[in-house]
């Protein structure tokens, strides 16, 4: 009898680690309320069909390459919004601490003749320095962070005039290598290519050595067959996308740039014991701190990643613009940023998102955008489009986690 219940037990295991498997476990896992990705996936797919039938330049390789680009700066912020929201927090002064690093950057490079890396370290180090003292301020004081950050915006404002002084612009040299970077500079198609294979095989390796601890613990994992599927899946679509790209241009460096740094956060939250302090702190603090976890370590952590990818963020913009104004960080920046992350799939609640979101979540807002300029329509309708798509993200993300709520309570 105990030999029959094995084998039914094994049968049942084979069946969950095939293809039939993987997919049931996608349903189920979404008719408890954890939809993942695939609002997002939708979402972007029905707004570039309504702006392609509106306009068939939309989807054009040109525009399309012009959207990556424009895409990666407030990505890189967007990355940093991730991690204050995983905890619960929240930053309001990163579009602030954009245009301040830009104009930091400008006055160093070009002002005091610097070299352009020690520009941008000092750019960095002063984002950094910022999140230290917004985690100090919230861990030792108790300040709410969205007192903290939005004394930050208007703050740091002021020292971004000051320092651009009475000019109130710079232009940054357009045969300087930063601004070469973020206009000029694309990857070769074979190294391109190359990417999309390594990406294809870091995606297989990473699920095969995972699947293997599974199995030797004693649990299901992915198939074999589902992991080759999988990676031949992603191959396939970055091959097209880097053939698609390279009817014009191809694929900037900045965006390559971009989304390294999200894969790399990715890595650090999923696969890493800050990543999964990260989570548990979102989830539950109190439960965090009695589980030995150092509660006030991961609060001061993001507060630092996420003004650190701010300072990033406004170096590439100000490269991309050649210039650091007084508008550099301003107007829709900062709720961009915010939008992103959230339309991504970040849970305001905290415990839930991951670094892919801010990539899905910046080419939904640059989308809507992109679409509404070839349309030739005012940028007021922008403002409520975007808005209407970032309330029915919080829409979503409410209604899954009364689900998730219900589903485990029965």
Not at 133 to 151: E, H, K
Not at 233 to 247: D, E, I, K, M, N
Not at 365 to 378: A, E, F, P, R, Y
Request: with cysteine; proline share 1%.
């Amino acid at each position: 009898m105990t030999a029959v219940t094995t084998d039914r037990q094994d049968e049942r295991l084979r069946q969950s680690e095939g293809l039939r498997g993987a997919l049931s476990d996608v349903v189920e896992r979404a008719r408890g309320g954890d939809l993942g990705v695939i609002p997002v996936v939708v979402g972007l797919i029905v707004i570039w069909s309504v702006f392609q039938a509106l306009n068939p330049i939309f989807l054009s390789s040109a525009n399309l390459v012009n959207l990556t680009l424009e895409s990666a700066a407030v990505g890189v912020i967007a990355l940093g919004i991730v991690c204050v929201l995983l905890v619960g927090q929240i930053d309001l002064s990163v579009g602030s601490v954009s245009g301040l690093s830009g104009a930091v950057l400008a006055v160093l490079f070009v002002g005091q003749g610097l070299p352009v890396w020690v520009a941008i370290a000092a750019s960095v180090l002063m984002g950094a320095v910022i999140g230290w003292v917004y985690g100090q301020l919230f861990n030792r004081f108790g300040v709410p962070s969205f007192v903290i950050t939005l004394a930050g915006l208007l703050a740091f404002l002021g020292f971004q005039l000051y320092v651009l002084g009475t000019k109130g612009s710079i232009n940054l040299p357009f045969d300087s290598g930063l601004v070469n970077f973020a206009q000029l500079d694309f990857v070769p198609a074979w190294l391109s290519y190359t990417f999309a294979v390594i990406a294809a095989g870091w995606l297989f390796a990473g699920g095969y050595l995972h699947a293997r601890q599974r199995r030797k613990a004693g649990l299901s994992a992915r198939s074999t067959t589902t992991l080759v599927v999988r990676s031949v899946a992603l191959l396939a679509v970055l091959a097209f996308v880097v053939w698609y790209l390279g009817q014009t241009r191809g694929v900037g460096w900045m965006f390559v740039f971009f989304v390294a740094l999200v894969l790399i956060m990715h890595y650090l939250l999923s696969r890493t014991k800050w990543g999964r302090s990260v989570y548990a702190v979102g989830g539950n603090v109190e439960a965090a701190r009695r589980a030995g976890i150092n509660v006030r370590a991961v609060y001061t952590s993001v507060f630092v990643l996420c003004s650190t990818f701010a300072a990033v963020g406004g170096i590439l913009a100000a490269a991309r613009l050649a210039a650091a104004n007084q508008s550099s960080g301003a107007g829709d920046v900062n709720l961009n940023a915010i939008a992103a992350a959230v339309i991504g799939g970040t849970s305001l609640f905290g415990g839930r998102g991951t670094a892919f979101g801010a990539l899905l979540g910046i080419i939904v807002i640059q989308s809507i955008s992109s679409g509404l300029t070839l349309l030739n329509l005012d940028s007021s309708i922008r403002f409520v489009v975007t808005g209407a798509v970032l309330l029915l993200a919080v829409i979503v993300d409410s209604v899954s986690r009364r689900s998730r709520t219900s589903h485990g309570r029965a």
